[in-house]
């Protein structure tokens, strides 16, 4: 990671670095200038979620793309994989989402696409980050090539067709009874809508945003309030987006949790029996539960295991043909359909998966019983605590106590300040030991700093 970007583009607190409007501005030169190519006039198209900040934050971009030379195409709230299919539908030269994803409104980010619609490489993020400190100015566009900017009109419909056309033409959502929790977030309007007509009964929650509550105790990190709905209305599936709509938790009818580990599951398995699944295998992360693996191992697929963060995932399933991919959290790539995560479309394939069977999502998306999985955080100031003598060699410890038949990961967030440790094993006990035992260290590592 660089001094502006993390591993998903740039995020922090709004109006404190590296989320002011300064930087936005700049970004938008840099970005601007980094995607010129030919004579034609360059456009971009530029989405948001809905929270407060981004008012400002789109404002500042627009200006630093304009003195780019950039033409502006605004979408408004929209989810994160609409600006991804919308660069390539408007023949973008890149696009940008302002949104910080699943976190709380007083947090915003900057996510940046090519013009083939996938997310940045690291070199590429390199070059923009060398060119915000290093006099943009200079390079910018002469007066009568400035950019301009327009709102865009049909958007929203644009990508309920696209979703609707992930299913086959003759698939009707019909009979189910749906709760979406839209997370207060950029799929409020798309995602009802879609659901809605493609046949099913839908109840929209948390779809009402002010600016203030985007994932507030709500959508896929908080599906609380979307189980107690499932269990209130009798539906047959709930479906929890977060805050850019680009990862999906599922709710069965019993009001539990369904997690991307999961829904990877059915999904690959549904496309191997058809035939549909490319590269013999699935392309998750390091955080993704043996269960799955072990899973994937039975029908004689491989999991592909990279760092954290989806466009890890997007970058190995490219390079290895493979078509199914995704993290825990919800982040699910299906690139047949979309160059990003998309929860929405992720939806959608489970909704096929349960209308061809006929059977309820408990029965039909359960495709294996988790390995005992613990995950804690530990809040961090500054310093690198994981370098401190006592701390690796506690690791050492943990990893020699887990054996053969155990995982441990231990890594520093890319997003927030915080070191992420999680342990699995068929020792339950032993996992929260481990656990506990190296939060415990960390912490008085931390602290000694």
């Known amino acids: 990671m660089g001094r502006y970007f993390g591993t998903d583009g740039i995020r922090g607190r709004a109006n404190k670095f590296p989320m002011t409007a300064e930087i936005a501005m700049r970004v938008g030169m840099a970005a601007g200038l980094s995607f010129q190519r030919g004579s034609h006039r360059h456009r971009v198209v530029l989405g948001k979620d809905t929270r407060l900040s981004g008012y400002m934050i789109e404002n500042a971009m627009v200006a630093g793309l304009c003195a780019a030379g950039m033409d502006v195409f605004l979408l408004g709230p929209i989810p994160t994989p609409a600006v991804a299919m919308l660069v390539r539908s408007l023949r973008a030269d890149m696009g940008v989402m302002i949104s910080a994803s699943h976190n709380p409104y007083q947090d915003n980010g900057i996510k940046l696409f090519g013009p083939d619609g996938y997310k940045l490489s690291d070199e590429i993020e390199a070059r923009i980050e060398a060119m915000l400190d290093d006099g943009v100015e200079m390079a910018l566009a002469d007066p009568d090539a400035l950019g301009r900017a327009k709102r865009v009109d049909g958007v929203h419909d644009r990508y309920i067709e696209f979703a609707k056309r992930t299913l086959p033409r003759s698939m009707s959502l019909s009979g189910l009874r749906i709760v979406i929790d839209c997370a207060n977030g950029a799929a409020y309007k798309v995602a009802p809508a879609a659901l809605w007509e493609l046949g099913a009964e839908v109840i929209a929650i948390n779809d009402d945003p002010n600016g203030?509550?985007?994932?507030?105790?709500?959508?896929?990190?908080?599906?609380?309030?979307?189980?107690?709905?499932?269990?209130?209305?009798?539906?047959?599936?709930?479906?929890?987006?977060?805050?850019?709509?680009?990862?999906?938790?599922?709710?069965?009818?019993?009001?539990?949790?369904?997690?991307?580990?999961?829904?990877?599951?059915?999904?690959?398995?549904?496309?191997?029996?058809?035939?549909?699944?490319?590269?013999?295998?699935?392309?998750?992360?390091?955080?993704?539960?043996?269960?799955?693996?072990?899973?994937?191992?039975?029908?004689?697929?491989?999991?592909?295991?990279?760092?954290?963060?989806?466009?890890?995932?997007?970058?190995?399933?490219?390079?290895?043909?493979?078509?199914?991919?995704?993290?825990?959290?919800?982040?699910?790539?299906?690139?047949?359909?979309s160059t990003t995560g998309d929860g929405l479309v992720s939806a959608l394939q489970v909704l096929a998966c349960i209308k061809r069977q006929n059977k309820p999502v408990s029965e039909v998306a359960r495709k294996f019983e988790p390995v005992p999985q613990l995950l804690k955080n530990v809040r961090i100031s500054g310093g690198a605590p994981l370098e401190e003598k006592q701390v690796k060699e506690a690791i050492a410890e943990a990893q020699n106590r887990l054996g053969k038949g155990g995982r441990l990961v231990i890594r520093p967030s890319g997003t927030e300040p915080l070191i992420r440790v999680m342990a699995e094993g068929d020792d339950r006990a032993?996992?929260?030991?481990?656990?506990?035992?190296?939060?415990?260290?960390?912490?008085?590592?931390?602290?000694?700093?």
């Not at 939060?439 to 008085?444: A, K, L």
């Open 212 to 337: 203030f509550n985007i994932n507030k105790e709500c959508g896929s990190t908080h599906p609380a309030g979307l189980q107690r709905k499932v269990h209130e209305v009798r539906a047959d599936i709930g479906i929890a987006l977060d805050g850019d709509a680009d990862r999906v938790v599922i709710i069965d009818e019993n009001g539990e949790i369904v997690d991307g580990d999961q829904i990877m599951a059915l999904i690959a398995e549904s496309w191997h029996q058809n035939g549909r699944l490319s590269g013999k295998g699935v392309v998750s992360t390091i955080m993704s539960n043996l269960g799955l693996e072990r899973f994937l191992a039975g029908l004689k697929l491989e999991l592909h295991r990279t760092k954290v963060g989806d466009r890890y995932v997007v970058e190995h399933m490219r390079a290895n043909g493979l078509n199914v991919g995704g993290e825990q959290s919800g982040h699910i790539v299906l690139s047949d359909f």
């Open 430 to 449: 032993l996992v929260e030991t481990v656990v506990d035992d190296i939060v415990q260290v960390i912490s008085q590592a931390r602290s000694a700093a």
